[in-house]
T-cell receptor, first 112, second 114 residues
Framework: GQQVMQIPQYQHVQEGEDFTTYCNSSTTLSNIQWYKQRPGGHPVFLIQLVKSGEVKKQKRLTFQFGEAKKNSSLHITATQTTDVGTYFCIYDAAGNTGKLIFGQGTTLQVKP | ETGVTQSPTHLIKTRGQQVTLRCSSQSGHNTVSWYQQALGQGPQFIFQYYREEENGRGNFPPRFSGLQFPNYSSELNVNALELDDSALYLC?????????????FGPGTRLLVL
């Protein structure tokens, strides 16, 4: 079946540095969603990308969906301690049905 | 807050026992999905309920079962608990509209099996 690999698994940055996490799929994805889970919390929806080459921004966060719809990235500019958590890129296994397949995510630590 | 609630928040059981976890969906949502999240791992899809019927299942044995009620609240039942069932159990509600539903997660139930 489809496999979505996310790298890196862990990232430690100094506050103010940028951060990027990448997702790569072996097959074309109909859409990709990004979630953030704070330590001890639950996943919270950030954004969904559907179109080839799509770029969306949320303040310091920039999300991209590759032209071939096989990869995606999340870039955080000038990280803050509030950005700490695990970021998951996930896809809907059956196509827009909510049966989400999570990977291990990228855990971000930000040193003040 | 997402409006999705789960109970209980924490639970301790012993191996072989049975457990029922509950989830109350966000108002207007007709679909509930359940996930198991082991420590340090991403959530794993258990199953989904849509309009009181199971609508897809992940790689979990039959001792994991569920129900969805007319008010769209849901239960997850696990029989014959094993040590490896210790995890955070998350439910997520959404409104199926055929176009990329956002999942709203509850705070989860932390289950410890001794």
């Amino acid at each position: 079946g489809q496999q979505v690999m996310q790298i890196p698994q862990y990232q430690h940055v100094q506050e103010g540095e940028d951060f990027t996490t990448y997702c790569n799929s072996s097959t074309t994805l109909s859409n990709i969603q990004w979630y953030k889970q704070r330590p001890g919390g639950h996943p919270v929806f950030l954004i969904q990308l559907v179109k080839s080459g799509e770029v969306k921004k949320q303040k310091r966060l920039t999300f991209q969906f590759g032209e071939a719809k096989k990869n995606s990235s999340l870039h955080i500019t000038a990280t803050q301690t509030t950005d700490v958590g695990t970021y998951f890129c996930i896809y809907d296994a059956a196509g827009n049905t909510g049966k989400l397949i999570f990977g291990q995510g990228t855990t971000l630590q930000v040193k003040p | 807050e997402t409006g999705v609630t789960q109970s209980p928040t924490h639970l301790i059981k012993t191996r072989g026992q049975q457990v029922t976890l509950r989830c109350s969906s966000q108002s207007g949502h007709n679909t509930v999905s359940w996930y198991q999240q082991a420590l340090g791992q991403g959530p794993q899809f258990i199953f989904q309920y849509y309009r009181e019927e199971e609508n897809g299942r992940g790689n979990f044995p039959p001792r994991f079962s569920g129900l969805q009620f007319p008010n769209y609240s849901s239960e997850l039942n696990v029989n014959a608990l094993e040590l490896d069932d210790s995890a955070l159990y998350l439910c997520a509600s959404s409104k199926v509209s055929g176009g990329g539903e956002t999942q709203y997660f509850g705070p989860g139930t932390r289950l410890l099996v001794l």
